[in-house]
């Protein structure tokens, strides 16, 4: 602000001389007069109101002055003697309420009291003695105590001595010398120490504002001191020639604002200017100049360093517009133990330095622009990047050349990264350029309608090699070596639109993505970077690819082949708005073939994936979109295939939409697992929490499955509910081959209904679920046996492991050959390990019953132990069911058989069997013949007994191998009325039987049960 304790001497003695004139005109022709003499082509207005005017006092009122600063004064009051108008003594004056207000700021004064005397002629002013009091001086944030002004006026030398106090300082103002501009120069001392918030009102308009502290002392001199006081034709405020300025100044800081943001300090922050040897001529000024900045240690959140200084020294030359500024080689800044964000250490002291005595920054201070030529370099313990620039940010005819070069450690800046332990590299950069106003570029990402720079070239390269290297999400060794290359290549452009040559070459080492590992990864990119008003786009070409060798997952899948991703189309595109807001793409990748197996139980089992397209988009709404379609899987081993995958996924601001479908799932062997199926699945992610639907069904059955699932990413917690509707199998449609293939060559028909319905929940530790079966009138038919109407519900108590609580029941009918139908009853378990527990298997038989008890273990053949029950079965039917041909009887028979069935081979191992009572038996069946084939003599005896034969007592003894035929040993006591007067008789006969119908009723539901409940991997029979 141009007003100070010497401006207001000034305008006192103008208020004086305007006392004079005021009484010659008396109060209107002095309101004119007064008004006259401050009007100039650069004020606006003046207005005044004399209130009284005579020979001893003047009263002034509601003074007011419009110009490039405008002055207000409330009230002045004078009293006073003169002698002939020339010579007086003022014996008080008082100015109230005066105020200097320059572009919003403002400085008032409450009141002016002050005395003195004058002495003047018709040539003017011939001496002056005044002193004054300021009372209260306001300057925005910064208040002034009373304070003293004396100005003295004595053959032609003008002297000034100022003492102004403030509650945090003071400032002292020394004056003396001739005001003649041709005589001995005028000089000035200043000096004071202030509150650093005046500075707030002095620089950038309130835009920075400083608490601390600002000491100064200057001496200068002046050859024409009343120069301020000429009005410049330019109407600006001008430097005077002739001026000499020695001093220095000292700004200590504790706190600093810019726009309101607070920039962190320490006590004390110091700057200290020193200035020597400042001259000015008429066309401008020369001087030399030191500037230093002493920063304490550091300790916040975004940087910390033990010490920092900043040292320019220089001279400048300041011609009209124009200042120039030449530093000197040497250190210009130095910061010791750096840390910055996160505690990531700079190794060593950074130091900035100027490499010549070349470096200069000329301004145009008309149009607030610069050019500069510099040579610098920044250097730490481990690197260097150095810098060489010229030209002007904002003159189209001198773009800025520079070339950026260096090489350093890049282990602290990768020990950044979070969660990254024992990281190491190093990088090179290169770069060069030409740019057009680059203060353009600027502009450009504040405001995207802001034109860019005219003219842009760059060419460049950085290479960044490291060991241990972490990416987010992925796992590395601590000897991975990865390297990163990216080349610019004619980088070039007009206002507006630029354009150039991108390649972007990496090698990644073994690496983890959760349960994905690869041994290798190489990417080749290589495209066009073009800028426009839009932004940034990097168009690939058709060579970019990524490469992954030998890929694998946690669940068994191998890749050793790798995999290639392909770019195709010519829409492909990446896109980056002016204000690096996002990233937006759209990429189509061509043909992708994977090639390897699944490891399951230590066999390989291969595997074949094929897309023909893979698309990955993300919109400008944030939306992110990844489509793969008509994608093959196959597996050879187990001739399963599903082809016309497609798969979506969709992100938003709300969540992530997915979907999953198969057109055609099938199974190549025969026969075949299942008819050709297709499955779907939809869903969406929406404040961690997952939402799904899924359905498969047989394009060929009624046979369908349908599930929700619910899922709580953040705490790994979930539920699935599923079900498959009843559906019915029929004689002519829907048959069991249309529903389970391998069940064909097991049942000749199968007919009725079925339905299932359960659920799954689970956490981070523990599956658990349940699930229920109905059977309804189903029917099983093979060539030996066939079961009838088979109803009940199965309940699932566990489904990880698959387990049932005890004495789940199954009823229906039984039908060996000409035996039955049978009415029968199964009760049994799956347990946790896998076998099935048969608690009873009862067969309604021969006015009797047959039960059969045992354990079905786990296998990929039935495997079963257990013991059959015989309970008064009528003995003829009995014969029939064991294959005892000829022999007849009567009677009931009780006892048990212990079996194992493995396989297709059923072992009896000592079953007896005991009548319960008397009874008769006839036999006319070949067996006994044979036996007795080398005894002619009795064969007509025994048969004559055996035809009519009264028992007393009767057993079999039945037994068998794993293979070949069984045996029963039938022993029997009793007699024949009609043979030897009923001469009593003990046989031990010994007959085969392959007990084909025995094992069919006695273990043959368990057999089916046990396909619906467990089916093998392998149905026997399948290629």
């Not at 005021?22 to 002095?30: C, E, G, I, M, P």
């Not at 401008?284 to 020294?313: E, H, M, Q, W, Y």
């Not at 070949?926 to 009264?950: K, P, Y």
Request: hydrophobic content about 40%; glycine content about 10%.
């Amino acid at each position: 602000m141009a007003f100070s304790s010497a401006g207001v001497g000034l305008f006192i003695i103008l208020s004086i001389v305007g006392v004079a004139l005021a009484w010659a005109y008396r109060t209107d022709v002095a309101e004119w007069a007064i008004a006259i003499y401050l009007k100039d082509q650069k004020t606006k207005s003046v207005s005044v109101t004399v209130e009284s005017l005579e020979p001893d006092h003047i009263r002034i009122k509601d003074f007011r002055m419009e110009a490039d600063q405008t002055v207000s004064i409330s009230s002045i009051r004078a009293t006073y003697a003169v002698d002939d108008w020339i010579d007086g003594i003022v014996d008080s004056i008082t100015i109230a309420g005066l105020a200097v207000e320059t572009k919003g700021d403002t400085v008032e004064i409450d009141r002016i009291e002050g005395s003195g005397s004058f002495s003047a002629s018709l040539k003017g002013l011939k001496s002056l003695q005044a002193g004054f009091d300021l009372v209260r001086i306001q300057t925005s944030d910064q208040t002034f105590e009373p304070s003293r002004v004396d100005i003295g006026y004595e053959n032609g030398i003008l002297s000034l001595d100022s003492a102004i106090a403030a509650p945090h300082g003071f400032v002292t103002l020394i004056g003396s010398g001739p005001l003649d501009p041709d005589g001995d120069p005028f000089e000035l001392h200043i000096a004071g120490s202030v509150d650093a918030g005046f500075t707030s009102n002095l620089v950038a308009r309130k835009r920075i504002r400083t608490a601390g502290y600002l000491s100064f002392a200057v001496n200068a001199e002046v050859q024409d001191p009343l120069f301020f006081m000429d009005k410049h034709p330019s109407g600006r405020l001008t430097i005077p020639p002739d001026l000499t300025v020695n001093g220095q100044a000292r700004l200590g800081l504790d706190r600093l604002s810019i726009d309101g943001t607070v920039i962190p300090m320490a006590e004390p922050d110091v700057l200290n200017f020193n200035f020597a040897d400042l001259v000015t001529t008429t066309d401008g000024s020369n001087g030399s100049f030191k500037l230093s900045l002493d920063a304490a240690k550091r300790k916040t959140p975004g940087i910390g360093f033990t010490k920092a200084n900043v040292t320019l020294n220089g001279a400048y030359v300041l011609a009209k517009d124009k200042l120039s500024l030449t530093i000197g080689a040497g250190p210009v800044a130095q910061v010791r133990d750096v840390r910055l964000s996160k505690g990531l250490p700079v190794a060593g002291d950074l130091n900035l330095e100027f490499i010549d005595d070349t470096n200069t920054f000329v301004f145009d201070l008309g149009k607030g622009a610069e050019r500069h030529s510099i040579n610098a370099k920044l250097a730490w313990r481990d690197g260097t990047i150095s810098m060489q620039s010229e030209g002007h940010p904002s003159d189209r005819a001198d773009p800025v050349i520079f070339t950026l070069r260096g090489a350093f450690d890049a282990t602290p800046l990768l020990t950044s990264i979070q969660d990254a332990k024992g990281i190491k590299g190093n990088a090179n950069i290169f770069l060069a350029g030409r740019i057009t106003q680059p203060l353009l570029i600027i502009d450009a990402m504040a405001d995207g309608a802001a034109p860019w720079p005219g003219d842009v070239r760059l060419d460049g390269a950085a290479k960044l090699n490291t060991t241990g290297l972490a990416i987010p999400g992925a796992d590395a060794a601590k000897s991975a070596k990865d390297s990163i290359e990216i080349t610019l290549k004619g980088f070039n452009g007009s206002s507006g639109h630029q354009r150039g040559k991108v390649t972007i070459a990496a090698k990644l080492d073994k690496r983890s993505f959760g349960g994905t590992m690869f041994d290798e990864a190489l990417l080749s990119l290589d495209g066009r970077l073009t800028s426009s008003a839009r932004g940034y786009q990097f168009i690939p070409s058709f060579d970019s690819t990524l490469f992954l060798k030998n890929i694998r997952t946690e669940s068994g899948l191998v890749v050793p082949t790798g995999l290639t991703l392909q770019l195709t189309g010519d829409k492909n595109h990446l896109t980056v708005p002016n204000d690096l807001s996002g990233a937006f793409h759209a990429l189509t990748f061509a043909h992708l073939d994977a090639d390897g197996y699944i490891r399951s139980k230590g066999e390989k089992q291969p595997i074949r994936l094929t897309i023909p397209q893979l698309i990955s988009r993300q919109e400008e709404n944030a939306q992110y979109q990844l489509y793969a379609t008509g994608a093959v899987v196959e597996l050879p081993k187990s001739k399963l295939s599903a082809h016309g995958i497609n798969a979506s996924v969709e992100t938003s601001a709300t969540g992530i939409k997915f979907g999953l479908e198969a057109g055609d799932i099938r199974h190549a062997a025969q026969p075949p697992l299942t008819t050709p199926l297709s499955f779907s699945a939809k869903g969406q992610v929406r404040k961690q929490t997952l939402n799904m639907t899924l359905q498969a069904r047989q394009r060929y059955s009624p046979l369908q499955a349908r599930a929700t699932v619910r899922h709580n990413l953040k705490t790994n917690t979930g539920r699935v509910d599923f079900r498959v509707p009843r559906f019915e199998l029929k004689s002519k449609k829907y048959t069991i081959a249309d529903l389970f293939p391998p069940a064909a060559q097991m049942f000749d028909e199968a007919k009725g209904a079925s339905s299932l319905k359960g659920h799954l929940l689970w956490d981070k530790d523990v599956v658990s679920g349940q699930m229920a079966l109905q059977l309804d009138k189903l029917s099983l038919h093979t060539p030996d046996m066939k079961l009838d109407d088979l109803e009940g519900t199965v309940n699932f108590i566990e489904l990880v492991p698959l387990s049932m609580p005890p004495r789940q029941r199954i009823k229906g009918s039984v039908t060996v050959g000409d035996l039955g139908p049978l009415p029968v009853q199964l009760e049994f378990q799956l347990r946790e390990d896998g076998a099935i527990a048969v608690q009873d298997f009862d067969v309604g038989f021969a006015g009797g019953r047959m039960r059969t008890r045992g354990l079905v273990k786990p296998g990929d053949e039935l495997d079963a132990d257990g013991m059959i029950y015989v309970q008064s079965v009528d003995l003829a039917q009995l014969f029939q069911l064991i294959g005892l041909e000829g022999l007849e009887g009567t009677g009931r028979i009780t006892g048990k058989v212990p079996v194992r069935l493995r396989g297709e081979n059923l072992t009896i191992g000592k079953g007896t069997l005991n009548a319960e009572g008397p009874g008769k038996l006839k036999y006319s069946g070949t067996a006994l013949q044979q036996q007795l084939s080398n005894r002619e003599d009795t064969v007509g005896t025994v048969a004559q007994v055996l035809s009519d034969f009264r028992y007393k007592k009767l057993s079999m003894e039945l037994t068998k191998e794993p293979s070949g035929t069984g045996t029963i040993m039938l022993r029997m006591d009793g007699a024949n009325p009609a043979v030897y007067d009923g001469h009593p008789f003990a046989f031990n006969i010994r007959i085969e039987s392959d007990f084909h119908k025995l094992g069919r009723i006695a273990l043959g539901g368990v057999e089916a049960v046990t396909d619906i409940i467990r089916r093998p991997e392998r149905p026997a029979g399948q290629e």
